[in-house]
């Protein structure tokens, strides 16, 4: 660790490189931006160009009023920044044409402010397979020097020679996923930095809660604590918390904010379900309050006007290509096969492409402002994985695509006002497998239900992590209120309700609601007799987890019950075909507060690497059986690593604190309990 301090000592003041604009990748765009104006004004009526030289001279006119007229809309303090922002520039494209018409006394002409609309998407998705089919770079050092421009003009830019750490989070991509990704050219920039010998590989293994919530809560604030899956109820009140209703994050991060925070003191959240006590938030749902007001964060992304025609024709694109990809997994018959109809496929396109560059520009602005400190979630390869499979062509260009903004990331660190490290990590993997209702054409709630003594089961198990976080996003570019969908969706009364039965992956919740605290074994019994036997005796289960009044917390299968506090076992071990740290994930979890009555958890089957989850995705995570437990962290190889495994979020959270303050010459601090 003191070696590393005295490197950083030793080097020379940082300078920061300015983009440079080259004259022949300038002449080639300006001649790419001709062609698609002339291609753009052949198909849309009532718009037309006289020739070639017309169409250059049009681009020129049109790049000139943007290098000047979309930063001036972006400085403005507008409230619902990306609504009206989105709306604000997609209006400016339309105008800079009419304008062109104008200024260039008719050589190019458009009829109407709609023809001028439709003419700019057409020109820019021209311009991208024209740009995709010569292998032309995209407008990158622009872009930095627009950033470089709006960091500036924004004040509190902060130059210094001490290292600044980048944390980017590919959601849900487990550590064996992305060595096969970058051993097969999925990831071309990660294995480079690794082939380049300036990066190593570590796992990490997630807690029995192996989702986003419980994982960034630990990794962000050093806790997950009575955090049992991403939905859970709260006996005593009758509350629903779900980990992606943004009062509930807020609440969650409330809980467990105790000074720990991976952003205190200057950081920024990209697109997190919690904020890690950072100063700088967009789309980080705990904070989403906050984003109605005029969020500075988004006016890089504005202050380019090409960028809201380019994200809207690559909208368009993405879900063209989910519908092609779907329609070719029916036609293949392709198992297991996920449900990918009404509302995902523009989920799908709205995480993969608007909610990843909004992110992306956040990060590249707070580079260029000098931030500590940045952690970005980036989810859209656990979106699409969820419903395509883990390592399907889609899902694989998915990750491409993100690998190729990771790429962009790092070129993008020369010209930051001082050095950054960057740290590409997981929250959780994947393990795939057909659901338990395909298997067997009834749910959890299902059975549990048909195994009561009496009383009507309330069933609770669709929906993803990021949907509230995506809706967010998309809700404010098309003027819904998110947050009034987000509670719609997430928000449930469970007043009077006898039994609730929730889904979190293959990991499922079972609340007798007779009484407002857990149920013992003994009493569950009592009660309801055939139960807990149905359970056990199910093929897709693989376990549960009771609290015995006698013998304390029980993992019980078909054939053993294990007796978790003491390692007693009779019969069949449950666990056997899971980690060996799988006892002490459910003891930890069985201390919770907000605990099930009953926990299930799906089989694993280890030689076929499969499990099945109590919700409609295919690729799954929550609980625990292969992949979804093995995470990772890409890191520069300076970076100290224990010694000791690293298990469980918030031992993470210490890592990537140490890490920080060992760059920054800080404390790590220690929080305190709250």
Not at 46 to 53: E, L
Not at 241 to 256: K, L, N, Q, V
Not at 262 to 287: K, P, Q, Y
Not at 379 to 403: F, I, N, P, Q
Request: hydrophobic share 40%.
């Amino acid at each position: 660790m003191a070696t590393r301090e005295a490197t950083y000592a030793q080097e020379p003041t940082w300078h920061a490189e300015q983009p440079r604009i080259r004259a022949p990748h300038l002449v080639l765009q300006w001649i790419v931006s001709a062609i698609a104006l002339l291609v753009a004004t052949w198909i849309v009526p009532g718009a037309d160009v006289r020739n070639f030289w017309s169409a250059l001279i049009a681009a020129a006119v049109i790049s000139l009023l943007n290098a000047i007229l979309p930063p001036l809309v972006a400085a403005l303090r507008l409230p619902f920044t990306l609504i009206t922002g989105f709306l604000a520039v997609l209006v400016l494209d339309a105008l800079m044409l009419m304008a062109a018409d104008s200024i260039t006394g008719g050589d190019l002409h458009v009829s109407s402010f709609g023809v001028a609309l439709l003419v700019a998407l057409v020109a820019s998705a021209v311009s991208l397979v024209i740009e995709i089919g010569a292998g032309v770079d995209d407008d990158s050092e622009y872009s930095f020097r627009v950033i470089q421009r709006v960091a500036r003009r924004s004040g509190g830019r902060q130059k210094s020679d001490q290292p600044g750490i980048i944390y980017l989070e590919i959601d849900g991509l487990g550590l064996p996923i992305l060595r096969r990704a970058m051993r097969d050219g999925n990831a071309p920039n990660m294995a480079r930095w690794m082939a380049e010998g300036g990066y190593t590989l570590s796992g990490w293994e997630t807690d029995l809660s192996s989702q986003t919530g419980a994982s960034q809560s630990g990794i962000l604030l050093g806790s997950n604590e009575d955090i049992p899956a991403f939905r859970w109820v709260e006996k005593e009140t009758g509350r629903l918390m779900t980990c992606s209703a943004p009062d509930d994050c807020e609440e969650i991060e409330r809980r467990h904010t105790s000074g720990k925070g991976l952003l205190r003191d200057g950081g920024a959240s990209r697109g997190n379900l919690l904020s890690g006590e950072a100063d700088e938030v967009i789309l980080t749902v705990s904070r989403i309050n906050a984003e109605k007001g005029a969020n500075p964060g988004y006016r890089a992304f504005f202050a380019n006007g090409f960028n809201v025609t380019r994200v809207l024709v690559l909208f368009g694109w993405e879900l063209i290509l989910e519908w092609v990809a779907n329609l070719r997994s029916i036609r293949r018959d392709v198992q297991p096969r996920g449900h990918r109809g009404g509302p995902y496929p523009f989920i799908r396109a709205g995480m993969c492409v608007v909610v990843r560059d909004l992110i992306v520009y956040g990060v590249l602005t707070d580079m260029m402002a000098g931030r500590p400190a940045v952690y970005a979630t980036f989810s859209s390869y656990d979106e699409v994985a969820h419903h395509s499979g883990l390592e399907r062509a889609d899902t694989l260009e998915a990750l491409r695509k993100l690998d190729a903004q990771f790429g962009r990331i790092d070129k993008a660190r020369r010209y930051a006002p001082r050095p950054y490290e960057i740290v590409v990590l997981s929250d959780h993997g994947q393990t795939q497998g057909a659901t338990f209702k395909q298997r067997n054409g009834y749910g959890l709630d299902d059975l549990v239900e048909r195994s009561l003594s009496a009383g009507e089961v309330m069933e609770i198990a669709d929906g993803d992590e990021q949907q509230s976080m995506v809706g967010h996003a998309i809700g404010e570019a098309t003027g819904r209120d998110a947050e009034k969908e987000a509670a719609k969706h997430d928000k449930k009364d469970i007043s009077g309700k006898s039994v609730v039965v929730l889904g979190s992956g293959n990991l499922g919740l079972v609340y007798l609601m007779d009484e407002p605290r857990r149920l013992t074994r003994e009493e569950i019994d009592a009660r309801h007799p055939e139960l807990i036997p149905a359970l056990r005796a199910h093929p897709h289960v693989g376990w549960i987890l009771v609290r015995s009044q006698e013998h304390g917390a029980l993992a019980m299968g078909e054939n053993g019950v294990r007796h978790l506090e003491t390692g007693h076992l009779e019969g069949d071990d449950p666990l056997a075909a899971f980690s060996p740290t799988a006892a002490q994930h459910l003891l930890r979890t069985d201390g919770f507060a907000h605990v099930a009555d009953i926990m299930v958890g799906s089989f694993y089957d280890p030689g076929l690497d499969e499990g099945c989850a109590f919700e409609e995705l295919i690729s799954f995570h929550g609980g625990i059986g292969g992949p979804q437990t093995e995470a990772f962290i890409l890191h520069p190889r300076e970076l100290p690593l224990p010694d000791e495994p690293l298990i469980g979020a918030a031992h993470v959270n210490e890592l990537l604190r140490g890490w920080r303050a060992h760059l920054q010459g800080a404390e790590v601090p220690t929080g305190s309990a709250r």
